[in-house]
């Protein structure tokens, strides 16, 4: 298995969670909150597929799949359209309505874009520096692991929250 089979294998474990917890969802159980200022599987959903698009459109050199295939759009969400979700109040989670066809055919969009950019990496790929902000400086590769640790716990919430949502009769 070559370093980019092993990079889709994982991504795609985020996309398989993450539709098990959107699938027969209502927008009642999407937005469900365990406590007044708990995350919403809508919320976590948008989040996650927004660092995604916005890491990997980053490291691809490419236009982010929210703005230039016309999600933000659909979404008509009250933050701008480069927001990732970094820095958001319990308000800001609130404001993320939307269905489960939206939220998961957002992530599949993002989903295809980082498979056809994991598709094009070589092995010497994963060592490129990316942010020189840090010490060590971040590469390719570290990126990768990034979205790839922040994304799998957020469709694990996500998972977990459709749990509580379903044991409360939502």
Request: no cysteine; charged share 20%.
């Amino acid at each position: 298995m070559t370093p980019s089979e092993l990079l889709i294998e994982e991504f795609s474990r985020i996309q398989g969670t993450l539709h098990r917890a959107l699938k027969d969802a209502t927008v009642a159980t999407l937005t469900f909150r365990a406590d007044a200022d708990a995350n919403t599987i809508a919320w976590l959903t948008w989040h996650l597929s927004r660092v995604q698009d916005d890491h990997l459109a980053d490291l691809a050199g490419t236009a982010q799949v929210y703005a230039d295939q016309g999600w933000a759009d659909r979404f008509a969400l009250p933050f701008g359209p480069t927001a990732t979700g970094y820095g958001h109040t319990s308000a800001d989670v609130a404001a993320v309505q939307a269905d489960a066809e939206l939220l998961g055919g957002y992530y599949d969009a993002v989903h295809t874009a980082t498979v056809a950019y994991l598709g094009s990496l070589a092995a010497a790929d994963l060592d490129r520096i990316v942010d020189e902000s840090w010490t060590p400086a971040v590469t390719v590769g570290v990126r990768l692991a990034s979205v790839l640790s922040d994304d799998l716990q957020h469709a694990g919430q996500a998972a977990f929250v459709r749990g509580l949502a379903d044991r409360a009769g939502v």
